[in-house]
């Protein structure tokens, strides 16, 4: 049973140009949203972008940016703290230069906010569809661990593997909720973007984790990570190894053994 994600951003390792000056970043960050977790940055450029979030840590997250000016969002999901932001531009001979560099401190009271935010690879807010499926199916339900069930019980059932799907994309594919929802296939990265979408926009803290689970699949794997209010615990969910289940009629359960699965990167 072969799932692997198509792309990781977490981790990356960019050849660098020479010493070059950062400018301000007022032009390119927006911290207006700092007080939930998130970073926001846009840039208009004819070459590739990257920006790369380092925390207080060693843990450097690097992502790549769309050149069109749009505004995207990135977690600050490595707690309290100074955090670093740089944002770096593609030259001519394949290296990268700084474009803008800012520091931003996060001080949240509570940690499991940055889990609620429309980001980058979990885009719930400009996503219609899928917060409107996830009202229609928990309307009638108040508590969110039971919400949380009800939305991993549909993502189980009502969605497929796509088996063709990993090898024709691209190195920088973003997972779109709407477009996942509407075609009910796609691969780990899609489902469990969708999960975490339908469960944020429900209120629900949820991690899209990256990494590995070598009891559940082969290869690099896309799984999520859901906060327990009650127990004040996460949970592990794997919506793609449960609707493959579902498929070969074998017996599945929505909670995971956490010591199965080998975190890599979580947003």
């Known amino acids: 049973m072969k799932r692997k994600t198509g792309v990781i951003v ?28 998130v970073i926001k940055v846009a840039c208009t450029a004819d070459t590739r972008l990257k920006v790369q979030i380092q925390g207080g840590g060693s843990t450097t997250y690097t992502y790549d940016l769309n050149n069109t000016g749009k505004k995207e969002s990135f977690p600050l999901q490595m707690g309290n703290g100074d955090y670093k932001i740089t944002l770096y531009q593609q030259t001519s001979d394949g290296k990268y230069k700084v474009l803008a560099s800012e520091k931003v401190t996060l001080d949240l009271s509570d940690p499991n906010a940055v889990y609620l935010n429309s980001v980058q690879s979990i885009e719930w807010s400009v996503n219609p569809q899928t917060v409107a499926k996830a009202v229609e199916l928990t309307k009638n339900e108040p508590d969110l661990e039971k919400k949380a069930n009800i939305l991993w019980n549909y993502m189980a059932k009502n969605n497929k593997y796509d088996q063709n799907k990993l090898a024709s994309l691209p190195s920088t594919y973003l997972p779109v909720p709407d477009s996942t929802l509407a075609a009910r296939s796609g691969i780990c990265y899609d489902f469990s973007s969708l999960y975490a979408a339908m469960l944020r926009s429900e209120g629900i803290p949820a991690k899209l984790v990256k990494g590995y689970a070598p009891d559940y699949a082969v290869g690099y794997h896309a799984w999520n990570e859901v906060y327990d209010a009650a127990k004040k615990q996460w949970i592990v969910v794997d919506p793609t190894y449960d609707l493959q289940a579902n498929a070969s009629s074998k017996p599945f359960t929505m909670v995971k053994q956490a010591d199965k699965y080998k975190k890599a990167s979580q947003y």
Do not use: M, N, R, W
């Open 10 to 37: 977490a981790v990356v390792c960019i050849l660098f140009a020479a010493s070059v000056a950062a400018s301000s970043g007022a032009e390119y960050f927006d911290t207006s949203a700092l007080d939930k977790g």
